[in-house]
């Protein structure tokens, strides 16, 4: 006899939208920092202010909808959470060594 135990997506709406806002809105902006920073023509490229200010929420919104897909709300809050911190200390980490 095999273990079917599947578990299923928990329906936490309230924690899972809050994570996607708050922590979605800080790994998205992390990953626009490292873009700007690091990314073509650096930091005083001419038309990459632009780019940067409005690429901000196509990411986010994608970091919230993909928030849904996660099995609980802890599971999402230590995913979002991971992400964080590894971003911004690769951000720092490059910030202040390069």
């Known amino acids: 006899m095999t273990n079917n135990t599947v578990t299923k997506i928990q329906p936490h ?12 809105l800080s790994f998205a902006y992390s990953l ?13 490229a001419d038309i990459k202010v632009q780019f940067n200010m409005w690429i901000i929420s196509p990411i986010w ?29 690769l951000f720092f980490a490059l910030r202040y060594t390069v």
């Open 61 to 89: 919104l994608t970091i919230i909808a993909f928030t849904f897909m996660f099995k609980t709300a802890k599971q999402a809050f230590l995913y979002l959470a991971s992400a964080n911190l590894i971003s911004y200390t």
């Open 13 to 24: 709406w309230w924690r899972k939208s809050l994570l996607g806002v708050f922590l979605g």
């Open 32 to 44: 626009v920092a490292l873009f700007a920073w690091y990314g073509p023509g650096g930091i005083d």
